[in-house]
């Protein structure tokens, strides 16, 4: 699209760390066993024309930047534009729950001043959801608003949901945390690249806060607006809503809202041939991911590439991560088993669905 860049923040952290974080940035954790958070970012700017796509990067940016490299599975290995991978904060990923940090935003000025395109689409990468962004940019340019925000009604109280205070479709405050019914923020906005580097402007001396923050006080003479997304949309903020979250993934009408022929999600290509399930294995209600090979019992479960489960095995309502062998006569039932892990034979690992057992990358 012509008259729109966008730009992915991925330097923040989660509220409650794990051990599915210690080794790679939130938008770097794989989703339905062969995608990262990043890809529905990426993949919807890409479907609405965005050829220039700038991305924020976190210290710990290994993971991250071994994914995408240089943007070809997004078809952004251009001359002109393509993917730009940019410095996050000097400091390490920026403090908990602030998506949009200014110093982040003011530290890759340049990025913005050299574009012609007078629109930025921004959003964070802790959000599993496929939408139109050219609704969104439509709606934006027909409202005159210095900024439109996407919203969704909460489904639930969450605390690191930012809500909105609305009057007519104008936002009149910002808070902290969602209840039941409250207008959240699905963090993702466009505005204006000439109005983003007045605030920049404005909000210099404030640079730790996120921009959002720093808007509360000025909401009166700055025109922000939403634009409610009506599809499924699930946020990531803890090792607990990861797991919460891909589980929808398991329901055929969600999975086939975020991952329908109409608007692709790309992700990173892999080699793998297709899953293989040998003779008397048993598999139910499971996303099985290629190179993996299944001898034993899946059940409402999520399987990376290359994951083997022998002959004997039970996995139940666990999340299996890439190059994991689950060995005959193990039991994993209600666990995350990061990758690079083998569960011995005629163990069990069991967690709850309330407290979920979390095995981080070869500790097994």
Same mark, same amino acid.
């Given at each position: 699209?012509?008259?729109?860049?966008?730009?992915?923040?991925?330097?923040?952290?989660?509220?409650?760390?794990?051990?599915?974080?210690?080794?790679r940035p939130p938008a770097a954790l794989p989703v339905a066993g062969r995608y990262r958070m990043v890809d529905f970012a990426l993949s919807n700017m890409v479907n609405a024309g965005m050829r220039t796509v700038?991305?924020?990067?976190?210290?710990?940016?290994r993971a991250l930047m071994d994914h995408v490299e240089s943007g070809k599975d997004w078809s952004l290995d251009r001359k002109h534009g393509g993917l730009f991978n940019l410095p996050g904060s000097a400091f390490g990923s920026s403090r908990s729950g602030a998506r949009f940090l200014i110093r982040d935003l003011i530290d890759n000025r340049m990025f913005l001043e050299k574009e012609t395109r007078p629109y930025v689409?921004?959003?964070?990468?802790?959000?599993?959801?496929?939408?139109?962004?050219?609704e969104l940019i439509d709606e934006h340019v027909k409202s005159g608003a210095d900024i439109t925000v996407v919203t969704k009604r909460a489904s639930e109280e969450n605390v690191s949901l930012t809500?909105?205070?609305?009057?007519n479709g104008r936002v009149t405050g910002v808070h902290q945390g969602v209840q039941f019914g409250d207008t959240a923020f699905m963090d993702t906005f466009i505005v204006s690249i000439d109005i983003l580097k007045q605030l920049l402007g404005w909000y210099e001396a404030v640079d730790y806060l996120d921009l959002f923050e720093a808007l509360i006080g000025d909401l009166d003479r700055v025109n922000v607006?939403?634009?409610?997304?009506?599809?499924?949309?699930?946020?990531v903020f803890s090792a607990k809503c990861f797991y919460k979250n891909s589980m929808k993934l398991l329901d055929p009408e969600i999975d086939d809202e975020i991952f329908g022929d109409e608007r692709?999600?790309?992700?990173?290509?892999?080699?793998?041939p297709p899953a293989k399930y040998e003779p008397g294995s048993k598999v139910s209600n499971a996303l099985v991911a290629g190179g993996s090979r299944i001898a034993g019992c899946v059940e409402n479960s999520i399987l990376g590439r290359s994951v083997i489960v022998e002959a004997g095995a039970t996995v139940?309502?666990?999340?299996?991560?890439?190059?994991? +062998?689950?060995?005959? !006569?193990?039991?994993?039932?209600?666990? *995350?088993?990061?990758?690079?892990?083998?569960?011995?034979?005629? +163990?069990?690992?069991? !967690?709850?669905?309330?407290?979920?057992? *979390?095995?981080?990358?070869?500790?097994?």
């Open positions: 699209m012509d008259r729109c860049i966008g730009l992915i923040t991925a330097n923040y952290s989660v509220k409650n760390p794990s051990a599915l974080t210690e080794s700038g991305l924020i990067l976190p210290y710990n940016y689409v921004l959003s964070a990468a802790n959000i599993i959801l496929n939408m139109d962004y050219t809500g909105f205070h609305t009057e607006r939403t634009f409610t997304f009506d599809g499924p949309a699930m946020a692709p999600i790309y992700t990173k290509a892999h080699d793998n139940r309502n666990s999340i299996i991560m890439q190059s994991c +062998t689950v060995e005959s !006569g193990a039991r994993v039932e209600n666990a *995350i088993i990061d990758r690079d892990n083998v569960v011995p034979a005629r +163990t069990e690992l069991r !967690g709850t669905t309330d407290d979920v057992l *979390i095995k981080g990358k070869g500790t097994l």
